[in-house]
């Protein structure tokens, strides 16, 4: 069992930055995948990014690639996203997920993961 926490976001301006952070209980969070997801109003939830169990390998969905960063701190038993030259468009909620042994080619699926955190609203002005 995973419980996660997601915290850091809030209202920024075009143009800037946040670095949102999942925190989590539970002793499999080391050894488990992460993904952080997001929900924009009246769109599906979509896959933003994943790492894998120890941090050596990270995966993006091909138009975050370059503005976002996933990491993880096993010792904090944290995970993080950080945002740069954020668009309005990425206004949505930021959701971080957790499993274990998810098939990178499965990782952008909503159903591959078990846990979820219960969001973080993210809101970019214009």
């Known amino acids: 069992q995973v419980q996660l926490v997601e915290s850091g976001g809030g209202l920024v301006q075009a143009g800037g930055s946040l670095r949102l952070s999942c925190a989590a209980t539970?002793?499999?969070?080391?050894?488990?995948?992460m993904g952080w997801f997001r929900q924009a109003p009246g769109k599906e939830r979509e896959f933003v990014a994943a790492?894998?169990?120890?941090?050596?390998?990270?995966y993006y969905a091909e138009s975050k690639k370059g503005r976002f960063t996933i990491s993880r701190d096993n010792s904090k038993n944290t995970g993080y996203l950080q945002m740069n030259s954020l668009k309005p468009e990425d206004t949505a909620v930021y959701y971080c997920?957790?499993?274990?042994?998810?098939?990178?080619?499965?990782?952008?699926?909503?159903?591959?993961?078990?846990?979820w955190g219960q969001g973080t609203q993210v809101t970019v002005s214009s």
């Open positions: 790492i894998n169990w120890n941090g050596d390998n990270t």
């Open positions: 997920a957790a499993d274990a042994n998810i098939p990178p080619r499965l990782m952008y699926r909503t159903s591959s993961w078990d846990y």
């Open positions: 539970g002793r499999t969070f080391s050894t488990s995948g």
